[in-house]
């Protein structure tokens, strides 16, 4: 059953992948969520069928980026789902191949990764990650709800 589960799963995914959907996010959503957002309030995002981590931590690195541009404070809480165990797992761990990173900018790769001793291995920082979650539940209060694919789409259609 496991190996027909897996074969039926699609694990398309990438830091930014499709660049202009992220940048159309960015501009048409995120922004405008972070600068109508009260401080008391947390923003909750939800990515469904997050595979493995890419997608949801692009989000995050997006969201502490807006709010550093706005010099504003708000908690984040990303929850990442996907219905794959071993993903979710390696999405858990937030370690990526430096071939994995290619969409990401150089500034990122400095200020959301370490890497890890002399290998090619890449960390997303613990500091940046402590609000992501990645789980197979999810809660029904989120203030986004996205699908990269979905928003591909949506965006570029």
Same mark, same amino acid.
């Given at each position: 059953m496991e190996?027909? /589960?897996?074969?039926l799963l699609i694990g398309v995914t990438a830091f930014f992948r499709n660049p202009e959907t992220f940048q159309a996010l960015n501009q048409?959503?995120?922004?405008k969520m /972070?600068?109508?957002?009260?401080?008391?309030?947390?923003?909750?995002?939800w990515?469904?069928?997050c595979a493995t981590g890419e997608e949801a931590y692009s989000i995050a690195m997006l969201l502490v980026e807006g709010l550093a541009d706005l010099n504003y404070s708000v908690k984040i809480q990303i929850f990442a789902t996907d219905i794959d165990r071993i993903a979710i797992e390696k999405a858990r761990l937030g370690v990526y191949a430096e071939d994995v990173l290619n969409e990401v900018s150089p500034e990122r790769l400095a200020r959301f990764f370490y890497q890890q001793g002399e290998g090619e291995n890449f960390s997303i920082s613990k500091v940046r990650a402590k609000n992501t979650a990645l789980?197979?539940?999810?809660?029904?209060?989120?203030?986004?709800?996205c699908r990269m694919s979905f928003m591909s789409r949506l965006f570029l259609a």
């Open positions: 190996a027909l /589960l897996k074969e048409w959503v995120l922004q /972070l600068q109508s957002h009260s401080e008391n309030q947390p923003i909750r995002i990515v469904p069928a789980t197979k539940k999810f809660g029904t209060w989120l203030s986004l709800r």
